[in-house]
């Protein structure tokens, strides 16, 4: 029988879930071109894009021996969850660790910093400090790489061009040359993420809190394509 670990009262999560409506569209190039010069008219930028306007998302995906994670999501359940580190281009300063909630079609996230030096424990499999540093996230991770034999799965990196509009808290992002790597040791070295799984596409999506205003719903317009449950986690793990 797998162990399983009992999170001391004190250090459960006590601040409330915020979930929002998130939307995905898979696009083609020609439409990618007419979103983004809409987008760009009418809404600011995210502030860490670069000179072009975009900025490299790197992560690394957790799941159990049995593919809890990926099979939930490809089966649809309701209420799922997943594990990630994340940094951003090649600074790796400033990495953190995630935990995505799931729940009727709305998502919320849980985060914590981590050191470089962290993230390269528990990429070697040394996760002690997880469970001593006070943090409910990373105390919950550590239940679960105990319990449940979570483990980093897989490495998905993309371009990501963002842009804002405060009413609504909406966030639109254009997300383009998805890649991966089979090999969750590299996940510090960005240049190893290289396998693209879809080739030539666009991922966009629209993040909003209770209402989505009319004026991001006719900018990210797109005729006859559907909303969709699109997940690059899923897609990246075709090269398993």
Known sequence: MIPVMVIPAMMIEKNPIHFRHELKHLIIPAEDRIISERLGRLFRRDSHAGP????????????????????QKI??????????????????????LEKKIKKGGLCSK?????TYEQTESILNGNIRFLLESGDALMIELYSKMKGELLQPRTIVSYEREAYIFTPGNVRVTLDRKLSTCTSPA?????????LEPEPGSTILEVKYDAFLPDIVRMAV??????????????VCRRYD
């Open 52 to 71: 072009d306007g975009t900025y490299r998302v790197n992560s690394l995906y957790f799941d159990t021996p049995g593919d809890k994670a990926l099979l």
């Open 75 to 96: 089966s649809g359940v309701d209420q799922r969850e997943k594990f990630r580190i994340r940094y951003y281009g090649t600074d790796r300063r400033f990495l953190r």
């Open 110 to 114: 849980r985060s914590a910093r981590l």
């Open 186 to 194: 590299v996940f510090l070295n960005s240049a190893a993420h290289r």
């Open 221 to 234: 317009q797109v005729p006859d394509r559907k909303t969709g449950a699109y997940s690059k986690y899923a």
